[in-house]
């Protein structure tokens, strides 16, 4: 995997964090790009989650505080354990997870009261890469992307919506970002009677709060 693989700044991402956020944990931080912009911009304390030794140790400069290890009950320092956070971040993180329901169990024990999970989730239904797939009958996997191949869950807006309340949250956000600019799903839509809307979406931001 390419260094650049984990360096996205994500900005598109900062809204949905709440202002009054002061204490957060970034789950698959990459190189720390996202949570130094909280750092900076926010004057957050931003502890930071990072498997890949490369990505922490570049992750590990930038942010208040950072681990090189899997996001796992038996794994957490106390660090982590203790830590109240605010919130806690997914950037296209759960979609790389064999059992992202016990993740967002985890993040339950985490979370201060009041606290929330943000998390930028693939569309697995995205209007180009569907119809790529469609047209060649083939389930291709990439670098990067929807068909990332190191993703092991995909997911719709609906099995978004699901994860969260199954798991035991309240959906503050769900909401489609970066819209395709293409002219073929307005015309898709306008003939399924928009139907098909969230196909337009390359993802899925979502801001959810423990019931």
């Given at each position: 995997?390419?260094?650049?693989?984990?360096?996205?700044?994500?900005?598109?991402?900062?809204?949905?964090?709440?202002?009054?956020?002061?204490?957060?944990?970034?789950?698959?931080?990459g190189a720390g790009r996202f949570g130094q912009q909280l750092i900076e911009k926010r004057g957050a304390t931003v502890v930071g989650i990072e498997p890949v030794t490369t990505a922490y140790e570049i992750a590990k400069t930038r942010l208040s505080d950072c681990y090189n290890i899997l996001f796992d009950e038996t794994n957490l320092p106390d660090g982590v354990k203790n830590g109240q956070?605010?919130?806690?971040?997914?950037?296209?993180?759960?979609?790389?997870?064999?059992?992202?329901?016990?993740?967002?169990?985890?993040?339950?024990?985490?979370?201060?009261?009041?606290?929330?999970?943000?998390?930028?989730?693939?569309?697995?239904?995205?209007?180009?890469?569907?119809?790529?797939?469609?047209?060649?009958?083939?389930?291709?996997?990439?670098?990067?992307?929807?068909?990332?191949?190191?993703?092991?869950?995909?997911?719709?807006?609906?099995?978004?919506?699901?994860?969260?309340?199954?798991?035991?949250?309240?959906?503050?956000?769900?909401?489609?970002?970066?819209?395709?600019?293409?002219?073929?799903?307005?015309?898709?839509?306008?003939?399924?009677?928009?139907?098909?809307?969230?196909?337009?979406?390359?993802?899925?931001?979502?801001?959810?709060?423990?019931?």
């Amino acid at each position: 995997m390419s260094s650049q693989y984990y360096e996205y700044w994500r900005s598109d991402m900062l809204p949905f964090v709440p202002e009054t956020a002061k204490r957060c944990l970034e789950v698959g931080c990459g190189a720390g790009r996202f949570g130094q912009q909280l750092i900076e911009k926010r004057g957050a304390t931003v502890v930071g989650i990072e498997p890949v030794t490369t990505a922490y140790e570049i992750a590990k400069t930038r942010l208040s505080d950072c681990y090189n290890i899997l996001f796992d009950e038996t794994n957490l320092p106390d660090g982590v354990k203790n830590g109240q956070f605010d919130c806690i971040i997914f950037n296209d993180v759960l979609e790389h997870l064999v059992e992202p329901w016990e993740a967002l169990a985890l993040c339950k024990k985490l979370l201060a009261p009041g606290g929330c999970v943000v998390a930028s989730i693939p569309n697995i239904l995205y209007f180009h890469e569907f119809f790529k797939m469609f047209r060649s009958q083939n389930w291709e996997y990439t670098d990067g992307g929807i068909f990332d191949r190191t993703h092991l869950r995909f997911f719709t807006r609906k099995s978004i919506q699901n994860m969260f309340e199954s798991s035991g949250y309240s959906l503050k956000t769900l909401q489609g970002i970066h819209p395709s600019p293409s002219k073929k799903i307005w015309l898709w839509n306008l003939l399924t009677l928009g139907r098909y809307t969230d196909m337009k979406f390359m993802q899925f931001a979502v801001q959810a709060f423990p019931k």
